[in-house]
């Protein structure tokens, strides 16, 4: 079965037994990211300097790549010269790559979805796990090339640095203190393991990232001096 790696960063968020989503909206910019770097891979999708050309329509086979090469394309062809950037389509896309990237993971029956009322009144849906394969073998993969220093392929290596840019490390290992994974991950995600073009996806992940903490927090400062 072949999981994508906004999938594959989903199925590490979410708890196996209550379905919840751990450092959700990290793991979103992730997700989004994940995606972007998948359609790098499949080379439909360019980025040069934080700018993004989608250089080949032709669908990859999976829906969720396919429908969001689909939606870049829309959105890209509506940008002026240039001006399709690749934070800025990250930024639109954070908001609803979850949601379709989780209905992925249920059509392939890895998670199933739960309803249910929050106070018996709030709609809440959770995601716990139905079929473990995928992310036991998720992880093996990552604790050899993390722990045991194997060397990572294409995939492997452009998921460890979308982990590490995001520092999503704990997602991976939550029961190994950061300090002791961190330096590998680096090494990782600076290595040849990923394309320079990956790269430049998972850069853009990072200043889009620090870009909305900064306004985050400009705006918290603001008002509460108000």
Do not use: N
């Not at 995928?134 to 050899?144: D, G, I, K, N, T």
């Not at 200043?207 to 903490?213: I, Q, R």
Request: net charge negative; glycine share 8%; proline share 4%.
């Amino acid at each position: 079965m072949h999981v994508t790696l906004a999938e594959e960063l989903m199925l590490l968020s979410l708890d196996d037994e209550s379905g919840v989503a751990k450092d959700a909206a990290t793991a979103a910019w992730a997700a989004a990211g994940g995606i972007l770097a998948e359609l790098v891979l499949a080379e439909r999708v360019a980025i040069e300097e934080g700018r993004l050309t989608v250089t080949d329509r032709t669908p990859t086979g999976e829906p969720l790549v396919d429908g969001r090469l689909a939606r870049l394309d829309e959105w890209a062809a509506g940008r002026r010269s240039g001006k399709a950037k690749a934070a800025d389509w990250l930024t639109r896309d954070r908001s609803t790559v979850v949601a379709d990237t989780v209905a992925r993971l249920c059509e392939r029956g890895l998670v199933v979805e739960e309803r249910r009322r929050a106070l018996g009144i709030f709609p809440v849906r959770r995601y716990p796990e139905a079929d473990g394969g995928a992310e036991r073998e998720l992880r093996a993969r990552l604790a050899a090339v993390v722990l045991d220093g194997a060397e990572p392929d294409l995939r492997t290596a452009a998921l460890v640095a979308l982990l590490h840019g995001s520092r999503l490390h704990g997602l991976a290992f939550p029961d190994l203190p950061r300090k002791q994974v961190e330096p590998r991950f680096a090494e990782i995600a600076a290595g040849d393991g990923a394309a320079d073009s990956v790269r430049e996806a998972i850069r853009a992940v990072q200043l889009t990232m620090a870009a909305v903490t900064i306004a985050t927090t400009v705006a918290a400062t603001t008002a509460a001096t108000m």
